[in-house]
């Protein structure tokens, strides 16, 4: 502005310029905004340096030249504004839209400004002075906020026409509940599902539609969903109109104190589901009354064979007896003898897999065990046949009955011979396992810390049709007569019994594993000979009283003559009460030798727990014909209790009376 040549115009040299022009220009160029003025005839431009953006390209150009040549482009819009301003009307505009050509190219644009006459010294008007702000950037933004919102109104519009379709036509119940379980809204399907119309509903608490046994869990479920605790799945009843139940399986979200709540009826895949579950009842009623079937026939078959043994030698005992002949005697005696022996161990594998033999569970530490095994295991697999022991470092002790245990690996072994008929290798292992859940859904064990005993053979190995049977009791693969398919369904049933679990891995022609995984023992395992010392057999009173209850006349009748034959005095109780009324007498009684089974309401162990309050230490032996574990108290028997399972050798019941009488 300054710098311009004024004098080759019409406005002259500045120092020829009126006061009134000097002091516009003075005021212009000290501004912080677009401005410009329009001088003389011709509106002769004279601008400051931000109106010269406003000008884009047109700068410098413009300056010095007449207002209309300057914005020839606009001069149609503006020329009749100018004309009002020159004739002495001030005048402002507020977002004009102004179409230019500035920069060489059409352009919409929008201006705020104002348009003001100045009077030289003489009072007419010599110009006009204008002040001025684009707005384009502002009336664009504010356009495209306004369509933005208005997109926005549409769409929300638009989604609050689909959510109340979606709550008109839900087939699921949409509910809306506060904390106090006063609904505050529901959806039609509220009376599809239970029968109420909504204005039926709304305003009063779910209470009042709940089935009653479901309140409960129901007021504490809604607890948690107020408390943003989302529930997915909760499932309860609520009452149809007509009374019947439903079922709902609702989740919630929580928003602004209410809880926002969708129930989805799932009353006929309940219905579905226990219809399932009573047809898989009754396939497994029909499985095992299969399996029963299986059972009693090779149970029939075995023990008609053993019958045939007893009752054969003792008919053909006693004919030789009618005749006064004695030969032959000792024979028919020990076949009898035999087959008895071999219905009791059938009898007691039969328990075992039906995990009911009577157990004498004790702490006990698996390795030395296995050590001490060592000579019979190979004298039983034979010479062809290498057997190697493996035992982990620092194994847990385990509580079991050895001897049970000691029959089960036995069995395992002898299994695993059969299995290497031309000689092959046997190795028993033993380890700790610690499975986390993890580790224990893959090997399908429970979680937690086990005790692995493995029995491995190189023999024929198992297909997976033979390896699913392996427990099956009579199951065997064996030609007929070499085995009574019990051996492992014992082994299964003991192991069960005893809390753990057993394992079988084998491939055909590759040989097979069966690992034993019994919990480990937290507590104390005695020492090794830490028995306590017997009192010489000498100090025992040849008067000794044993009090025998049994329910079978001759149970009582063979156990009598046997302590008589001893020298011992005998009472004797056919039932619990009678057996109870000795005890509470003033009566010695030494030894109680009682069955578990009583006839008239009391069990042999109730009757021995009522006998201790009076006789603390009152020393007794349990003799049972089958197993009753669950009566010896979680499997374990006190201090002076022991127990033995019929059928046994009276020889043994002697010795082991002795024992205990021999005790301190």
Not at 457 to 464: A, H, N
Request: proline share 5%; net charge negative; hydrophobic share 40%.
């Amino acid at each position: 502005m300054r710098a311009f040549d004024w004098q080759a115009t019409r406005l002259g040299p500045t120092e020829a310029w009126p006061q009134s022009l000097r002091t516009a220009v003075c005021l212009m160029l000290h501004a912080k905004q677009p401005m410009f003025l329009a001088w003389g005839p011709e509106l002769t431009l004279l601008y400051n340096d931000d109106y010269a953006t406003v000008l884009g390209s047109k700068h410098p150009r413009a300056l010095g030249q007449a207002f209309e040549a300057a914005w020839s482009d606009i001069w149609p819009q503006f020329g009749p504004i100018v004309q009002q301003v020159i004739g002495g009307r001030a005048l402002s505009f507020e977002d004009l839209p102004i179409p230019m050509r500035r920069n060489g190219y059409p352009e919409d644009t929008w201006f705020s400004f104002s348009y003001t006459p100045i009077h030289s010294e003489d009072g007419s008007i010599a110009g006009l002075f204008c002040a001025c702000i684009e707005t384009t950037a502002k009336v664009l933004g504010e356009r495209a906020l306004r369509n933005s919102e208005a997109k926005l109104e549409a769409l929300v519009a638009a989604r609050t026409a689909e959510l109340d379709r979606v709550w008109r036509n839900s087939r699921d119940l949409l509910v809306i509940i506060n904390a106090e379980g006063i609904f505050q809204a529901v959806s039609p399907a509220w009376t599809a599902v239970l029968g109420h119309k909504p204005a039926e509903v709304v305003g009063r608490s779910f209470l009042d539609f709940i089935w009653p046994e479901d309140a409960e869990p129901t007021l504490a479920a809604l607890g948690r969903a107020a408390n943003q605790l989302d529930l997915i799945s909760f499932e309860n009843r609520y009452r149809h109109i007509d009374g019947t139940v439903r079922w709902i399986s609702w989740s919630t979200s929580f928003e602004g104190e209410l809880v926002y709540a969708y129930g989805r009826h799932v009353t006929v895949e309940k219905e579905q589901a226990a219809a399932l579950q009573r047809t898989e009842e009754r396939l497994r009623q029909a499985q095992k009354m299969e399996a029963i079937g299986q059972l009693t026939g090779g149970l029939a078959h075995d023990f008609n064979n053993l019958m045939l043994g007893i009752t054969g030698s003792l008919e053909l005992l006693s004919t030789r007896i009618d005749q006064g002949r004695s030969d032959g005697i000792d024979r028919y005696v020990d076949a009898a003898r035999g087959a008895a022996d071999r219905a009791a161990s059938l009898t007691h594998r039969l328990l075992a897999f039906s995990r009911q033999q009577t157990l004498d569970p004790r702490p006990i530490r698996v390795s030395p065990l296995i050590t001490g095994m060592q000579t019979l295991l190979r004298g039983t697999v034979g010479p062809a046949i290498s057997v190697q022991i493996k035992l982990g470092t620092d194994v847990w002790p385990i509580l079991c009955d050895p001897n049970q245990l000691e029959n089960a690996l036995l069995n395992l072994c002898i299994n695993a011979r059969d299995a290497m008929p031309n000689g092959g290798q046997l190795t028993i292992a033993t380890s700790n396992l610690d499975l986390d859940e993890a580790d224990a859904n893959a090997r399908g064990l429970p979680a937690g810390q086990h005790v692995a005993i493995c029995v491995t053979d190189t023999g024929v190995g198992m297909t997976p049709e033979v390896s699913s049977r392996a427990f099956e009791p009579f199951f065997t693969t064996k030609p007929i007569g070499q085995g009574t398919g019990l051996g492992l369904s014992m082994v299964y049933g003991f192991v069960q019994q005893s809390g753990g679990h057993v394992q079988i891995l084998s491939e055909a022609g590759q040989g097979t594993t069966i690992c034993l995984h019994l919990p480990r023992f937290q507590g104390e395992v005695p020492a090794a000979g830490a028995e306590e010392e017997p009192v010489p057999e000498a100090l025992v009173s040849t008067r000794v009283t044993v009090l025998v209850v049994d329910d079978e006349a001759t149970i009582r009748m063979l156990v009598t003559e046997v302590l008589a034959d001893l020298g011992y005095v005998v009472l004797e109780a056919p039932d619990a009460a009678s057996g109870l009324e000795l005890l509470r007498s003033t009566a010695r009684i030494d030894l109680l030798i009682s069955d578990i089974g009583l006839p008239g309401g009391m069990n042999g162990r109730q009757m021995v727990n009522a006998a201790r309050h009076l006789r603390p230490d009152l020393k007794v032996l349990f003799i049972t014909g089958y197993a009753e574990q669950a009566l010896l108290g979680e499997g374990r028997l006190e201090p002076g209790m022991q127990v033995m399972t019929k059928p046994f050798a009276l020889g043994h019941m002697t010795q082991r009376i002795k024992d205990m009488l021999l005790q301190a």
